[in-house]
Nanobody, 122 residues
Framework: EVQLVESGGDLVQPGGSLRLSCAAS????????LSWVRQAPGKGLEWVSG????????YCAESFKGRFTISRDNAEGTVYLQMNSLKSEDTAVYYC???????????????WGQGTQVTVSS
């Protein structure tokens, strides 16, 4: 059974940092790309960042470049999202999503985690 379990969400002040983790199991982790997608209150899904199977290529939505960094540890079966300089508008549920293939250029996902809540507020 494929499982994606996110963790690391928290309440943080504006300007602060968080590192989200997504622990994967039930599939050959280093065969697939993974992405982070978020959903802010009252809004639709927003793609944040993706990483290829080997971690060699990453993608990031323009609005997050310079603040968010995706990485993965294939030995640990975990993908991370380092978030710096957080703003109130980053408040959202952050989901980890597994791609159907090894490259993160496509936004077709076949499995999602349950999400982790990030709240940015003073």
């Amino acid at each position: 059974e494929v499982q994606l379990v996110e963790s690391g969400g928290d309440l943080v002040q504006p300007g602060g940092s968080l590192r989200l983790s997504c622990a994967a199991s039930g599939f050959t982790f280093d065969d697939y790309a993974l992405s982070w997608v978020r959903q802010a209150p009252g809004k639709g899904l927003e793609w944040v960042s993706g990483i290829n199977w080997d971690g060699g290529t990453t993608y990031c939505a323009e609005s997050f470049k310079g603040r968010f960094t995706i990485s993965r540890d294939n030995a640990e079966g975990t993908v991370y999202l380092q978030m710096n300089s957080l703003k109130s508008e980053d408040t959202a549920v952050y989901y980890c999503a597994k791609s159907r293939g090894p490259l993160a250029g496509s936004t077709e996902y076949d499995y999602w985690g349950q999400g982790t809540q990030v709240t940015v507020s003073s």
